[in-house]
């Protein structure tokens, strides 16, 4: 069964520094998220991108994130300036079309320290 | 998107079905009912939709209510691998232009726990 891959498990990093979270997702699929969940709490939306573009993001995504999908078929997470607060499981999806279920990859784990 | 109630958590003996409720009483006639689970710290899973009609795939059943303000998700046979937290979440349809809401909101589930 396809599989949303994303890598690398754990990152743990210093806070003020710059990270990427990478992702792959399913190949014919053409909707791409990313999800976040603190240790203890709900999954929490974060982007949606379609067409080349952010179609939806929540408050929390600022002016720190980012996202790209630089060739087709790697779909990234920037943070510019991490802090303590943005520790957390990082999750990307995707799915083929609008009424269709996400497929969710296994997560990155983020420790900033 | 409307807002869904779940209990906090059930139990379920190994071989059992698993009923697992929620309720959407405010739910407009172009909403979705989705169904994911999340086991220990794994990524959310998706398990079924509907929007009407009862569904059925090989993971469960989805009933929903004429009414549609209520939802039963089935695990026919539970097994301790269905130990999870299981979302009832309810979502507005996209159409095919790809416009509308296409984030899910995740609230807090149904602890399922299956015991052997």
């Known amino acids: 069964e396809p599989e949303v891959t994303q890598t690398p498990s754990h990152q743990v990093t210093q806070m003020g520094q710059e990270v990427i979270l990478r992702c792959v997702p399913i190949?014919?699929?053409?909707?791409f998220y990313w999800y976040r969940q603190i240790l203890g709490q709900k999954v929490e939306f974060l982007v949606s991108?379609?067409?080349?573009?952010?179609?939806?993001k929540s408050e929390i995504f600022d002016d720190q994130f980012s996202v790209e999908r630089p060739d087709g078929s790697n779909f990234t997470l920037k943070i510019r300036s991490t802090k303590l607060e943005d520790s957390a499981m990082y999750f990307c999806a995707s799915r083929p079309g609008p009424n269709y279920g996400y497929t969710f990859g296994s997560g990155t784990r983020l420790t900033v320290v | 998107d409307a807002k869904t109630t779940q209990p906090p958590s059930m139990d379920c003996a190994e071989g059992r079905a698993a009923n697992l409720p929620c309720n959407h009483s405010t739910i407009s006639g172009n909403e979705y009912v989705y169904w994911y689970r999340q086991i220990h710290s794994q990524g959310p899973q998706y398990i079924i939709h509907g929007l009407k009609n009862n569904e059925t795939n090989e993971m469960a059943s989805l009933i929903i209510t004429e009414d549609r303000k209520s939802s039963t998700l089935i695990l026919p046979h539970a097994t301790l691998r269905d130990t999870a937290v299981y979302y009832c979440?309810?979502?507005?349809?996209?159409?095919?232009?790809?416009?509308?809401?296409?984030?899910?909101?995740f609230g807090k589930g149904t602890k399922l726990s299956v015991i052997p």
């Open positions: 190949s014919n699929h053409l909707y």
């Open positions: 991108f379609y067409n080349n573009e952010i179609s939806e």
């Open positions: 979440i309810v979502r507005v349809a996209a159409d095919l232009s790809g416009a509308g809401s296409y984030q899910l909101t």
